[in-house]
T-cell receptor, first 113, second 113 residues
């Protein structure tokens, strides 16, 4: 069973609207949680990185939250643009296994005009 | 500054043949990682180099896979002999420090027929 679960699997939103993606993890002991954006045919690009002590981090129109107690994170996209259409991947690493990132399956977001 | 580059972008080989994938990390990045995504699955860790040393190779699926990083610069991942289940996209990433931000390449798509 994957230690990083994401929901929904996919979603379609209208340009200009907001959306929130969810990530639940069981990775332990927790080190950090990252959100990546992956365009079709490209490599993942980092959006945010959060450690245990951080509960929110923003990168432009992207805002990630982290609740380390419940082992949940969310990624909120504000005022979506067509260029936001991509897969958004939640990635968690354990302490001492810095490079051994645990990837979620991703949420495929489609922004329509 | 050049990002992480991978070659080839796409390789099609027959079962039993050999393929070598190459990754050039960002200059000055001591940490180099290999990941792969097989059809319909999440991205999974293969191994982590620190300079020329294998820090963690726990994700390597079997002894048909050989990764090297001679001189601590570029890395190669050889699959010999290739099997059908090896088909997927192989990603390389690099980072300056651990834990730190990972920069991914565009990936090498491997198709084994």
């Amino acid at each position: 069973k994957n230690q990083v679960e994401q929901s929904p699997q996919s979603l379609i939103i209208l340009e200009g609207k907001n959306c929130t993606l969810q990530c639940n993890y069981t990775v332990s002991p927790f080190s950090n949680l990252r959100w990546y954006k992956q365009d079709t045919g490209r490599g993942p690009v980092s959006l945010t990185i959060m450690t245990f002590s951080e509960n929110t981090k923003s990168n432009g129109r992207y805002t990630a939250t982290l609740d380390a107690d419940t082992k949940q994170s969310s990624l909120h996209i504000t005022a979506s643009q067509l260029s936001d259409s991509a897969s958004y991947i939640c990635v968690v690493s354990a302490q001492g296994s810095w490079g051994k990132l645990q990837f979620g399956a991703g949420t495929q977001v489609v922004v329509t005009p | 500054e050049a990002g992480v580059t991978q070659f080839p972008s796409h390789s099609v080989i027959e079962k039993g043949q050999t393929v070598t994938l190459r990754c050039d990390p960002i200059s000055g990045h001591d940490n180099l990682y290999w990941y792969r995504r097989v059809m319909g699955k999440e991205i999974k860790f293969l191994l982590h180099f620190v300079k020329e040393s294998k820090q963690d190779e726990s994700g390597m699926p079997n002894n048909r896979f050989l990764a090297e990083r001679t001189g601590g610069t570029y890395s190669t991942l050889k699959v010999q002999p290739a099997e059908l289940e090896d088909s997927g996209v192989y990603f390389c990433a690099s980072s300056q420090v651990t834990p730190g931000e990972l920069f991914f390449g565009e990936g090498s798509r491997l198709t084994v027929l």
